[in-house]
Protein backbone atom coordinates (compact mmCIF):
# COMPACT_ATOMS: atom_id res chain seq x y z
CA UNK A 1 0.00 0.00 0.00
CA UNK A 2 1.25 3.40 -0.37
CA UNK A 3 0.80 6.44 2.38
CA UNK A 4 1.05 9.89 0.89
CA UNK A 5 2.17 13.01 2.56
CA UNK A 6 -0.07 15.30 1.61
CA UNK A 7 -0.27 18.11 4.31
CA UNK A 8 2.11 20.53 3.20
CA UNK A 9 1.63 23.97 3.56
CA UNK A 10 4.43 25.20 1.37
CA UNK A 11 5.19 28.38 2.79
CA UNK A 12 8.05 29.06 0.20
CA UNK A 13 5.42 29.43 -2.76
CA UNK A 14 4.33 32.48 -1.35
CA UNK A 15 0.23 33.32 -1.88
CA UNK A 16 0.03 30.41 -4.33
CA UNK A 17 -0.50 27.99 -1.07
CA UNK A 18 -1.75 30.61 0.76
CA UNK A 19 -5.56 28.95 0.73
CA UNK A 20 -4.48 25.46 -0.50
CA UNK A 21 -1.85 23.14 0.60
CA UNK A 22 0.91 22.53 -1.54
CA UNK A 23 -0.04 19.03 -3.34
CA UNK A 24 -2.86 21.09 -4.51
CA UNK A 25 -1.67 24.41 -5.70
CA UNK A 26 -1.57 24.02 -10.15
CA UNK A 27 0.57 22.83 -12.40
CA UNK A 28 1.46 21.99 -15.97
CA UNK A 29 -2.11 24.09 -16.80
CA UNK A 30 -4.50 21.30 -16.20
CA UNK A 31 -2.90 19.26 -13.17
CA UNK A 32 -2.40 19.43 -9.48
CA UNK A 33 0.81 18.71 -7.98
CA UNK A 34 -0.71 15.79 -6.23
CA UNK A 35 -1.73 14.13 -9.47
CA UNK A 36 2.27 13.18 -10.26
CA UNK A 37 2.18 11.07 -7.08
CA UNK A 38 -1.12 9.77 -7.36
CA UNK A 39 -0.69 8.69 -11.20
CA UNK A 40 2.76 6.92 -10.38
CA UNK A 41 0.66 4.74 -7.71
CA UNK A 42 -1.96 3.78 -9.92
CA UNK A 43 0.55 3.12 -12.96
CA UNK A 44 2.46 1.15 -11.30
CA UNK A 45 -0.30 -1.09 -9.82
CA UNK A 46 -0.34 0.15 -6.46
CA UNK A 47 -4.64 0.61 -6.01
CA UNK A 48 -4.49 1.11 -2.07
CA UNK A 49 -3.48 4.14 -1.74
CA UNK A 50 -4.16 6.94 2.06
CA UNK A 51 -3.80 10.14 1.61
CA UNK A 52 -2.76 12.31 4.40
CA UNK A 53 -4.12 16.10 4.50
CA UNK A 54 -3.51 18.85 6.94
CA UNK A 55 -3.19 22.40 5.84
CA UNK A 56 -6.27 23.82 3.81
CA UNK A 57 -7.26 20.58 2.72
CA UNK A 58 -10.61 21.37 1.29
CA UNK A 59 -9.03 22.13 -2.04
CA UNK A 60 -7.22 19.10 -1.74
CA UNK A 61 -10.44 16.76 -0.86
CA UNK A 62 -12.27 18.59 -3.98
CA UNK A 63 -9.67 17.58 -5.92
CA UNK A 64 -9.17 13.93 -5.18
CA UNK A 65 -12.77 12.89 -4.18
CA UNK A 66 -13.24 9.54 -4.68
CA UNK A 67 -10.45 9.35 -6.46
CA UNK A 68 -12.25 8.37 -9.96
CA UNK A 69 -9.78 9.74 -12.15
CA UNK A 70 -7.17 7.56 -11.02
CA UNK A 71 -9.56 4.66 -11.00
CA UNK A 72 -9.21 4.40 -7.04
CA UNK A 73 -13.28 4.55 -6.35
CA UNK A 74 -13.28 1.02 -5.20
CA UNK A 75 -15.03 -0.73 -2.82
CA UNK A 76 -11.55 -2.63 -1.91
CA UNK A 77 -8.55 -0.69 -1.71
CA UNK A 78 -8.90 2.37 -3.64
CA UNK A 79 -8.15 6.05 -1.78
CA UNK A 80 -9.19 7.36 1.59
CA UNK A 81 -8.14 11.12 2.83
CA UNK A 82 -7.51 11.21 6.23
CA UNK A 83 -7.12 14.44 8.60
CA UNK A 84 -5.56 15.17 11.83
CA UNK A 85 -8.42 14.04 14.72
CA UNK A 86 -8.31 14.66 18.28
CA UNK A 87 -7.88 11.05 20.05
CA UNK A 88 -9.29 10.52 23.48
CA UNK A 89 -6.71 11.39 26.16
CA UNK A 90 -4.61 13.76 24.02
CA UNK A 91 -3.95 17.16 23.51
CA UNK A 92 -5.41 19.06 20.13
CA UNK A 93 -2.02 18.98 17.96
CA UNK A 94 -1.14 18.91 14.47
CA UNK A 95 1.21 16.36 13.14
CA UNK A 96 4.40 17.32 14.68
CA UNK A 97 6.29 15.99 11.13
CA UNK A 98 5.67 13.36 8.68
CA UNK A 99 7.00 10.16 10.81
CA UNK A 100 3.86 11.21 13.49
CA UNK A 101 1.34 11.96 10.67
CA UNK A 102 2.09 8.22 9.79
CA UNK A 103 2.08 7.19 13.31
CA UNK A 104 -1.45 8.64 14.19
CA UNK A 105 -3.06 6.45 11.31
CA UNK A 106 -1.19 3.52 12.15
CA UNK A 107 -4.21 1.29 12.79
CA UNK A 108 -5.25 2.17 9.36
CA UNK A 109 -1.76 0.43 7.78
CA UNK A 110 -2.12 -2.34 10.74
CA UNK A 111 -5.81 -3.17 9.07
CA UNK A 112 -4.02 -3.34 5.83
CA UNK A 113 -2.88 -6.76 4.58
CA UNK A 114 -0.13 -5.26 2.64
CA UNK A 115 2.99 -6.34 4.24
CA UNK A 116 5.33 -3.32 2.36
CA UNK A 117 4.76 0.13 2.81
CA UNK A 118 5.56 2.73 0.29
CA UNK A 119 5.96 6.21 2.41
CA UNK A 120 5.65 9.48 -0.50
CA UNK A 121 5.71 13.08 -0.68
CA UNK A 122 2.82 14.15 -2.15
CA UNK A 123 4.30 17.46 -3.37
CA UNK A 124 6.94 16.84 -6.02
CA UNK A 125 6.29 16.71 -9.51
CA UNK A 126 8.21 13.03 -10.87
CA UNK A 127 7.48 10.04 -12.96
CA UNK A 128 8.35 6.77 -11.58
CA UNK A 129 7.37 3.16 -11.84
CA UNK A 130 7.06 2.32 -7.77
CA UNK A 131 7.62 -1.99 -8.90
CA UNK A 132 11.68 -1.80 -9.69
CA UNK A 133 11.97 0.34 -6.27
CA UNK A 134 10.08 -2.37 -4.09
CA UNK A 135 11.88 -5.06 -5.94
CA UNK A 136 15.12 -3.85 -4.89
CA UNK A 137 14.33 -3.14 -1.71
CA UNK A 138 13.02 -7.01 -1.18
CA UNK A 139 16.06 -8.04 -2.85
CA UNK A 140 17.85 -6.27 -0.08
CA UNK A 141 16.44 -7.62 2.85
CA UNK A 142 16.24 -3.84 3.63
CA UNK A 143 14.67 -2.66 6.57
CA UNK A 144 14.13 0.79 4.41
CA UNK A 145 14.97 1.65 1.14
CA UNK A 146 14.93 5.47 0.25
CA UNK A 147 15.29 6.72 -3.72
CA UNK A 148 17.52 8.99 -4.08
CA UNK A 149 19.06 11.14 -6.84
CA UNK A 150 21.91 13.35 -7.25
CA UNK A 151 20.79 17.50 -7.32
CA UNK A 152 22.88 20.36 -7.55
CA UNK A 153 25.44 20.94 -4.32
CA UNK A 154 23.00 24.87 -4.08
CA UNK A 155 19.94 22.83 -3.94
CA UNK A 156 21.31 20.02 -1.60
CA UNK A 157 21.00 21.86 1.48
CA UNK A 158 17.23 21.83 1.82
CA UNK A 159 17.63 18.10 1.80
CA UNK A 160 18.29 14.54 3.30
CA UNK A 161 21.68 14.33 2.02
CA UNK A 162 23.76 10.96 2.60
CA UNK A 163 26.42 8.52 1.21
CA UNK A 164 26.35 4.57 0.17
CA UNK A 165 28.37 2.24 -0.25
CA UNK A 166 29.05 -0.58 -3.53
CA UNK A 167 26.31 -2.44 -2.56
CA UNK A 168 23.74 0.78 -2.13
CA UNK A 169 24.09 0.33 1.45
CA UNK A 170 23.39 3.87 2.95
CA UNK A 171 26.32 4.51 5.36
CA UNK A 172 26.18 8.37 6.27
CA UNK A 173 23.25 10.81 6.43
CA UNK A 174 23.28 14.59 6.93
CA UNK A 175 18.96 16.43 7.01
CA UNK A 176 19.51 19.60 5.24
CA UNK A 177 22.83 20.40 5.87
CA UNK A 178 24.72 23.76 5.79
CA UNK A 179 27.66 22.45 4.13
CA UNK A 180 26.52 18.83 2.60
CA UNK A 181 29.16 16.36 1.98
CA UNK A 182 27.68 15.01 -1.04
CA UNK A 183 25.20 15.95 -3.92
CA UNK A 184 23.35 12.61 -3.19
CA UNK A 185 19.70 13.40 -1.80
CA UNK A 186 16.86 11.61 -0.45
CA UNK A 187 13.32 12.23 -2.98
CA UNK A 188 11.06 12.15 -0.22
CA UNK A 189 10.12 8.87 -1.58
CA UNK A 190 10.35 5.36 0.99
CA UNK A 191 9.45 1.79 1.43
CA UNK A 192 9.20 -0.07 4.63
CA UNK A 193 8.55 -3.13 5.72
CA UNK A 194 5.44 -2.92 7.83
CA UNK A 195 6.86 -4.18 10.84
CA UNK A 196 9.89 -2.27 10.56
CA UNK A 197 8.03 0.72 10.25
CA UNK A 198 5.53 -0.40 13.16
CA UNK A 199 9.02 -0.78 15.60
CA UNK A 200 10.44 3.04 14.40
CA UNK A 201 7.43 4.95 14.91
CA UNK A 202 7.38 6.96 18.02
CA UNK A 203 5.86 9.54 20.18
CA UNK A 204 10.44 10.63 20.11
CA UNK A 205 10.79 10.54 16.59
CA UNK A 206 8.39 12.60 14.82
CA UNK A 207 10.63 13.08 11.46
CA UNK A 208 11.46 10.92 8.69
CA UNK A 209 14.01 12.70 7.51
CA UNK A 210 15.53 14.29 11.30
CA UNK A 211 14.51 11.34 13.49
CA UNK A 212 13.50 8.43 11.79
CA UNK A 213 16.53 7.43 9.75
CA UNK A 214 19.77 8.49 11.50
CA UNK A 215 18.17 6.42 14.58
CA UNK A 216 17.69 3.34 12.06
CA UNK A 217 21.57 3.97 10.96
CA UNK A 218 22.91 4.18 14.61
CA UNK A 219 21.36 0.88 15.46
CA UNK A 220 22.68 -0.50 12.44
CA UNK A 221 19.47 -1.35 10.74
CA UNK A 222 18.90 -2.52 7.20
CA UNK A 223 18.79 0.89 5.44
CA UNK A 224 19.53 1.36 1.43
CA UNK A 225 19.37 3.61 -1.04
CA UNK A 226 17.74 3.04 -4.73
CA UNK A 227 19.28 5.36 -7.28
CA UNK A 228 16.87 6.37 -9.31
CA UNK A 229 17.80 8.99 -12.63
CA UNK A 230 14.36 9.75 -14.16
CA UNK A 231 12.40 13.17 -13.76
CA UNK A 232 12.01 14.68 -10.52
CA UNK A 233 11.81 18.20 -9.41
CA UNK A 234 10.93 19.65 -6.33
CA UNK A 235 8.17 22.58 -6.65
CA UNK A 236 8.98 23.97 -3.63
CA UNK A 237 9.86 27.55 -4.25
CA UNK A 238 8.82 30.22 -6.54
CA UNK A 239 11.43 30.60 -8.86
CA UNK A 240 11.77 26.79 -9.11
CA UNK A 241 7.40 26.26 -9.63
CA UNK A 242 8.20 28.86 -12.60
CA UNK A 243 10.79 26.88 -14.31
CA UNK A 244 9.44 23.74 -14.00
CA UNK A 245 6.20 25.13 -15.99
CA UNK A 246 8.36 26.71 -18.16
CA UNK A 247 10.76 23.70 -19.05
CA UNK A 248 7.59 21.70 -20.07
CA UNK A 249 7.57 24.10 -23.11
CA UNK A 250 11.01 23.00 -24.74
CA UNK A 251 10.56 20.86 -27.98
CA UNK A 252 11.82 17.50 -26.09
CA UNK A 253 10.59 18.00 -22.74
CA UNK A 254 12.14 16.19 -19.73
CA UNK A 255 8.71 15.77 -18.26
CA UNK A 256 6.78 14.36 -21.25
CA UNK A 257 3.23 14.71 -20.60
CA UNK A 258 1.89 13.18 -23.96
CA UNK A 259 3.44 9.88 -22.64
CA UNK A 260 1.14 7.34 -23.56
CA UNK A 261 2.72 4.47 -21.39
CA UNK A 262 2.62 6.71 -18.41
CA UNK A 263 -0.50 8.70 -18.00
CA UNK A 264 -0.88 11.67 -15.65
CA UNK A 265 -4.82 11.54 -14.49
CA UNK A 266 -5.94 14.63 -12.96
CA UNK A 267 -9.90 15.65 -11.84
CA UNK A 268 -10.94 17.92 -15.40
CA UNK A 269 -14.42 19.72 -15.64
CA UNK A 270 -16.41 19.44 -18.83
CA UNK A 271 -15.70 22.11 -20.81
CA UNK A 272 -15.10 23.42 -24.47
CA UNK A 273 -12.00 22.95 -26.77
CA UNK A 274 -9.59 26.18 -26.65
CA UNK A 275 -10.74 28.65 -29.38
CA UNK A 276 -8.17 30.30 -31.35
CA UNK A 277 -9.62 34.03 -33.08
CA UNK A 278 -8.46 35.88 -35.62
CA UNK A 279 -6.43 38.66 -34.19
CA UNK A 280 -4.58 35.33 -31.86
CA UNK A 281 -0.90 34.93 -31.46
CA UNK A 282 0.76 32.09 -30.43
CA UNK A 283 3.97 30.97 -29.88
CA UNK A 284 5.40 27.57 -27.75
CA UNK A 285 2.90 27.81 -25.04
CA UNK A 286 0.45 24.94 -23.42
CA UNK A 287 -3.06 25.95 -23.80
CA UNK A 288 -5.63 23.97 -21.98
CA UNK A 289 -9.70 23.55 -22.94
CA UNK A 290 -11.94 26.19 -22.51
CA UNK A 291 -9.44 28.80 -23.27
CA UNK A 292 -10.52 31.74 -25.62
CA UNK A 293 -7.50 33.50 -27.06
CA UNK A 294 -7.35 36.67 -29.15
CA UNK A 295 -4.36 38.56 -28.60
CA UNK A 296 -0.29 36.76 -27.94
CA UNK A 297 0.84 34.36 -25.57
CA UNK A 298 4.00 33.71 -26.26
CA UNK A 299 6.14 30.76 -24.06
CA UNK A 300 3.50 30.70 -21.05
CA UNK A 301 1.01 28.10 -19.87
CA UNK A 302 -2.69 28.51 -19.80
CA UNK A 303 -4.93 26.69 -17.08
CA UNK A 304 -8.76 25.94 -18.58
CA UNK A 305 -10.89 29.01 -18.98
CA UNK A 306 -8.15 31.31 -19.45
CA UNK A 307 -9.06 34.23 -21.85
CA UNK A 308 -7.30 36.89 -23.45
CA UNK A 309 -8.46 39.49 -25.15
CA UNK A 310 -7.57 41.29 -28.21
CA UNK A 311 -4.14 43.09 -27.72
CA UNK A 312 -3.45 41.52 -24.58
CA UNK A 313 0.00 39.92 -24.43
CA UNK A 314 0.66 36.93 -21.98
CA UNK A 315 4.89 36.03 -21.72
CA UNK A 316 6.34 34.04 -20.14
CA UNK A 317 3.89 33.49 -17.46
CA UNK A 318 1.69 30.89 -15.69
CA UNK A 319 -1.69 31.48 -16.04
CA UNK A 320 -4.35 29.52 -13.48
CA UNK A 321 -8.22 28.82 -14.00
CA UNK A 322 -10.43 30.91 -15.42
CA UNK A 323 -8.03 34.11 -15.15
CA UNK A 324 -9.19 36.89 -17.43
CA UNK A 325 -6.30 39.34 -19.71
CA UNK A 326 -8.41 42.16 -21.01
CA UNK A 327 -7.69 44.12 -24.09
CA UNK A 328 -4.66 46.05 -24.28
CA UNK A 329 -2.96 44.63 -20.97
CA UNK A 330 0.36 43.18 -20.54
CA UNK A 331 1.44 39.80 -18.27
CA UNK A 332 4.98 39.56 -18.13
CA UNK A 333 7.03 36.67 -15.89
CA UNK A 334 4.33 36.79 -13.83
CA UNK A 335 2.33 33.75 -12.31
CA UNK A 336 -1.74 34.41 -11.79
CA UNK A 337 -3.67 32.48 -9.44
CA UNK A 338 -7.35 31.69 -10.06
CA UNK A 339 -10.02 34.18 -11.34
CA UNK A 340 -7.92 36.50 -11.51
CA UNK A 341 -8.90 39.85 -14.24
CA UNK A 342 -6.09 42.13 -15.35
CA UNK A 343 -7.70 45.04 -16.43
CA UNK A 344 -7.47 46.66 -20.13
CA UNK A 345 -4.35 48.48 -20.68
CA UNK A 346 -2.36 47.23 -17.56
CA UNK A 347 0.90 45.85 -17.28
CA UNK A 348 2.12 43.23 -14.69
CA UNK A 349 5.97 42.61 -14.41
CA UNK A 350 6.79 45.80 -15.96
CA UNK A 351 9.97 47.27 -16.20
CA UNK A 352 13.73 45.60 -15.99
CA UNK A 353 13.87 42.45 -14.19
CA UNK A 354 16.34 43.45 -11.19
CA UNK A 355 17.42 41.81 -8.14
CA UNK A 356 15.40 44.27 -6.18
CA UNK A 357 13.08 41.44 -3.60
CA UNK A 358 9.87 41.96 -2.38
CA UNK A 359 9.77 44.07 0.72
CA UNK A 360 7.34 41.65 2.51
CA UNK A 361 9.00 38.16 1.46
CA UNK A 362 12.58 39.04 0.00
CA UNK A 363 13.40 34.90 0.51
CA UNK A 364 10.75 34.20 -2.02
CA UNK A 365 10.26 36.80 -4.10
CA UNK A 366 13.75 37.30 -5.50
CA UNK A 367 13.93 36.48 -9.19
CA UNK A 368 11.90 38.86 -10.82
CA UNK A 369 8.54 37.39 -10.76
CA UNK A 370 5.36 39.11 -9.80
CA UNK A 371 2.44 37.03 -8.06
CA UNK A 372 -1.37 37.74 -8.14
CA UNK A 373 -3.44 35.67 -5.78
CA UNK A 374 -6.62 34.47 -6.03
CA UNK A 375 -10.21 36.27 -7.43
CA UNK A 376 -7.69 39.80 -7.23
CA UNK A 377 -8.54 42.46 -9.86
CA UNK A 378 -5.99 44.35 -11.37
CA UNK A 379 -7.58 47.81 -12.46
CA UNK A 380 -7.57 49.81 -15.61
CA UNK A 381 -3.85 51.12 -16.87
CA UNK A 382 -2.07 49.89 -13.80
CA UNK A 383 1.49 49.19 -13.84
CA UNK A 384 2.36 46.71 -11.22
CA UNK A 385 6.80 46.11 -10.86
CA UNK A 386 8.96 43.01 -10.62
CA UNK A 387 8.46 40.71 -7.75
CA UNK A 388 5.01 41.98 -6.63
CA UNK A 389 3.03 40.57 -4.43
CA UNK A 390 -0.82 41.22 -4.99
CA UNK A 391 -2.92 39.29 -2.32
CA UNK A 392 -6.32 37.46 -3.00
CA UNK A 393 -9.15 38.93 -2.99
CA UNK A 394 -8.04 42.48 -3.83
CA UNK A 395 -9.73 44.98 -5.23
CA UNK A 396 -9.10 47.93 -7.39
CA UNK A 397 -10.31 50.33 -4.33
CA UNK A 398 -6.80 48.42 -2.67
CA UNK A 399 -4.64 50.00 -5.07
CA UNK A 400 -3.48 53.99 -3.86
CA UNK A 401 -2.39 54.61 -7.06
CA UNK A 402 -1.65 52.97 -10.47
CA UNK A 403 1.76 52.23 -10.14
CA UNK A 404 3.22 49.74 -7.80
CA UNK A 405 7.22 49.55 -7.93
CA UNK A 406 8.70 46.61 -7.57
CA UNK A 407 9.27 44.92 -4.90
CA UNK A 408 5.87 46.38 -3.14
CA UNK A 409 2.79 44.72 -2.41
CA UNK A 410 -0.81 44.98 -2.41
CA UNK A 411 -2.92 43.42 0.30
CA UNK A 412 -6.53 43.47 0.64
CA UNK A 413 -8.25 46.27 2.93
CA UNK A 414 -9.04 45.80 6.13
CA UNK A 415 -13.14 46.04 7.10
CA UNK A 416 -13.97 45.73 2.92
CA UNK A 417 -16.52 43.37 2.00
CA UNK A 418 -14.64 40.17 0.68
CA UNK A 419 -17.31 38.75 -1.16
CA UNK A 420 -15.62 37.13 -4.16
CA UNK A 421 -16.73 37.15 -7.86
CA UNK A 422 -18.36 34.26 -9.52
CA UNK A 423 -16.71 32.78 -12.66
CA UNK A 424 -19.24 34.43 -14.57
CA UNK A 425 -18.81 38.09 -12.69
CA UNK A 426 -15.11 38.03 -13.28
CA UNK A 427 -15.39 37.30 -17.26
CA UNK A 428 -17.70 39.88 -17.41
CA UNK A 429 -15.97 43.14 -15.94
CA UNK A 430 -11.99 44.11 -14.45
CA UNK A 431 -13.69 46.01 -12.10
CA UNK A 432 -15.17 45.71 -8.80
CA UNK A 433 -18.24 43.21 -8.75
CA UNK A 434 -20.89 42.88 -6.13
CA UNK A 435 -22.74 39.58 -5.78
CA UNK A 436 -26.57 40.19 -4.88
CA UNK A 437 -28.38 37.18 -2.98
CA UNK A 438 -31.46 36.39 -4.07
CA UNK A 439 -34.14 37.18 -1.73
CA UNK A 440 -32.53 39.59 0.40
CA UNK A 441 -31.09 36.75 2.59
CA UNK A 442 -27.78 39.07 2.83
CA UNK A 443 -25.61 35.47 2.14
CA UNK A 444 -22.52 35.65 -0.03
CA UNK A 445 -21.64 33.54 -3.13
CA UNK A 446 -18.39 31.78 -2.26
CA UNK A 447 -16.51 29.73 -4.90
CA UNK A 448 -14.97 26.75 -4.42
CA UNK A 449 -11.14 26.86 -4.51
Given at each position: MAVILAGGEGERLSILSQERAKPAVPFGGKYRIIDFTLSNCVNSGINDVVVLTQYNPRSLNDHIGLGRPWDLDRNSGGVKLLQPYIARGRVAEWYRGTADAVLRNMRVLENNTADTVLVLAGDHIYKMDYQPFVSAHRRHRADVTIAVRRVPLAEASRMGILGMDENDRVIEWQEK??????????????????????????EDLVDFGANVVPAMLDAGARVFGYRYNGYWQDVGTIQSYWEANMALLDDDPALDLYDKEWVIHTRSEERAPAKVGPTAQVHRSLISHGCVIAGTVVNSVLSPGVRVDVGAVVRES???FDSVIRSGAVVDRAIL???????????????????????????????GITVVGKHAIVPRAARIGRNVRIAADVRTSDFTGRVVRSGESVDAGS?????????????????????????????RVVPED
Open positions: PKQPKSDLASMGVYVFNKKTLQRWLSIVMDKEVVIGPGAIVGDGPIDDRPNRHEPGRLNTGRSRARPTRASAKAAPEEHTIRAIGGGGR
